[in-house]
């Protein structure tokens, strides 16, 4: 699921590959895609001004969509995993993470290509930015987090929490 940064749509998919966004608070349905993806959509994000929406999937690809159409902008495939996260930054600039542990950083929205990748340590379930966009907080399998460089991709800090929430440096 996401929300619109306006809090006026919500995106919601499937583990059919379908995306569905609804209007709210009424949750009126605006606009369904069928087979979004060929494989179970793990990941959603919003653009800053909600112009676009990005989609992730185990199909191994990202989808961008115009946010006010549904209509697909590009498909990005240069992961090997499937695709477990997607965030953006204030910028435009989208960062993706696989369950291999690759993270890419991609150029925008609007024309994106790799700029660079890292691996991590973890085998990504998912990853997002802080309020500045200058850090990544990557979450792996057996609680494990990263810490990493927006700008660099460089591991700034590795912990695993516990179950009660404490962290196990």
């Not at 379930?125 to 660099?152: A, K, P, Q």
Request: hydrophobic share 40%; glycine share 8%.
């Amino acid at each position: 699921l996401a929300v619109s940064n306006g809090g006026d749509k919500l995106i919601a998919c499937d583990e059919a590959g379908s995306v569905s966004i609804f209007s709210l608070p009424d949750v009126t349905l605006l606009k369904h895609i069928d087979k979004a993806h060929t494989g179970k959509i793990s990941n959603i994000a919003v653009s800053v001004n909600d112009s676009i929406f990005v989609t992730a999937s185990d199909d191994k690809t990202i989808k961008i969509w115009k946010f006010t159409s549904g209509s697909l902008l590009h498909t990005l495939s240069n992961h090997k995993e499937a695709v477990k996260g997607v965030c953006i930054d204030a910028f435009n600039q989208l960062y993706s993470g696989d369950g291999g542990g690759k993270v890419i950083k991609w150029s925008n929205l609007n024309n994106p290509k790799p700029v660079m990748s890292a691996q991590t340590g973890v085998d990504i379930i998912d990853l997002n930015l802080d309020r500045t966009g200058s850090m990544m907080f990557v979450s792996g399998r057996h609680y494990h987090i990263e810490v990493v460089d927006s700008d660099s991709l460089k591991l700034k800090a590795s912990f695993v929490h516990s179950r009660n929430g404490l962290p196990e440096v």
